[in-house]
Structures are given as C-alpha cells and as structure tokens.
C-alpha cells in the first residue's frame, strides 16, 4: 500500500495523472526495480534516496511528449537503469551522455573510469539495449543533436559554468510540456543552487514541481 500511495503522489506532484492499469503497471516494475537494486552486489552509484528513481521512473514513462529521453552523467547506472526501464516497450531509447571518465567534480575529485561498470550494470538490469551510450561529453553531443526531448536529467559536473553550459546546450531541445531534471539541489551542491536560484527560478517559460529528493524539475510551458 506503501508504495501504491507513493507512486500517486509522486505522479500527482508533477501533475502526471495515471489512470487505475498505469498505477498497477507502475507499481510492479517499481516493486521488480527496488527489489533487484536490494539484492545487488554490484556497484551501481547512488541516488540519495529511493524516491528519486521512482520519479525519473514516473517522468520517463508517463511524461508528455513522444521526444527523446536524455541523461547527462551516467556515472555507474543507478539513475539510467530507473529511466530506461521507464521507456521499457517503446520504440525509443535512452540517451546517455558521459565521458566515464571518473572525473566528478572540477577540484580533480574522482574515480576510476566507470564505463565498465556503466556497461556491467545496465546488462544485469536488462537494459543494454535500452541505452545509447555516448562516451563524450555533452558539449560534445549537442553540436550534433538534432531530436527534440521530452526528459533531460541533467547530472554532470555540478559546478555552476558547468551546469549552466548543459542546460544552455540542451534547453533548446526540450520541447512544449517536456521535463527539465536537476539532480542534487542541495546545500552540498553550491554550483546547482545557485545555477538554478539565480538563473531558473521565475522564468516564467517553465512550470516548477516542488522536489523531490534532491532533484529539481522544471516543465516547459
């Protein structure tokens, strides 16, 4: 009952309103995700909680539009395996967007070079051929791009020139009624904030959802 209530008020947030066959197919591919994350032993990255899969889960599968779904930094996969199980049945893919560099923030903190483990996790998950994997950066992507979008995640380097550039980039693309995600609007993160608080907030271009975890979402107007 739980998650039942979860998922509706979730959806009812970002005024996506799913009729009684969506709650019930919602409801068991979000049991059948949650429940195989639980029992994993790989390392998937993290979401800071569960609620925000369920979210891109909801806004990936139930979202307006017939654009395009892109993720920019995919890092291991946690969050593209939430979005492409959303587009699971249909004719599109997942577009994600990472030089899998390990690198996670412009002061030189990082990782190993996640690809690798990127690739491991969607296959285990089911979701390889869900995804196009595009192992650049996104300035990179964009000077190609051509399709509009109905979700954008944006999730890169969470520096504010950084922030600022993807969704400078990509903004263009999103089209009327499509979604705009931030992740990781919060105080550890000053370059998102700000980015957003300063540059976003009062656009009046956009429809703005309270958050959820710490993902900020916008919808084009």
Not at 57 to 78: D, M, P, Q, T, W
Not at 179 to 207: C, M, Q, S, T, W
Request: net charge positive; glycine share 10%.
């Amino acid at each position: 009952m739980r998650d039942k209530i979860n998922l509706i008020n979730l959806a009812l947030k970002l005024r996506i309103y799913l009729k009684p066959w969506q709650v019930i197919l919602g409801l068991h591919e979000v049991y059948n995700i949650k429940k195989q994350i639980k029992t994993y032993e790989g390392d998937l990255g993290r979401l800071s909680c569960g609620t925000e899969g369920v979210a891109l889960y909801i806004l990936a599968k139930f979202g307006n539009g017939g654009g395009e779904v892109v993720e920019i930094g995919s890092f291991k996969g946690r969050s593209t395996i939430w979005l492409a199980r959303g587009i699971k049945g249909c004719s599109r893919k997942i577009t994600a967007i990472d030089p899998f560099e390990g690198t996670l923030s412009t002061q030189d903190y990082g990782v190993s070079p996640t690809l690798g483990i990127f690739k491991e996790n969607i296959k285990n998950f089911g979701c390889q051929n869900l995804v196009n994997i595009f192992a650049e950066t996104s300035e990179a992507v964009a000077n190609n791009w051509v399709n509009k979008i109905r979700l954008i995640f944006i999730d890169g380097l969470h520096d504010y020139d950084n922030v600022k550039k993807d969704y400078t980039l990509w903004s263009p693309f999103v089209m009327s009624g499509g979604f705009i995600a931030f992740h990781d609007y919060n105080e550890d993160h000053p370059g998102v904030v700000r980015f957003i608080n300063n540059d976003l907030k009062g656009n009046d271009k956009f429809v703005v959802f309270p958050k959820i975890g710490n993902i900020f979402i916008l919808k084009k107007k």
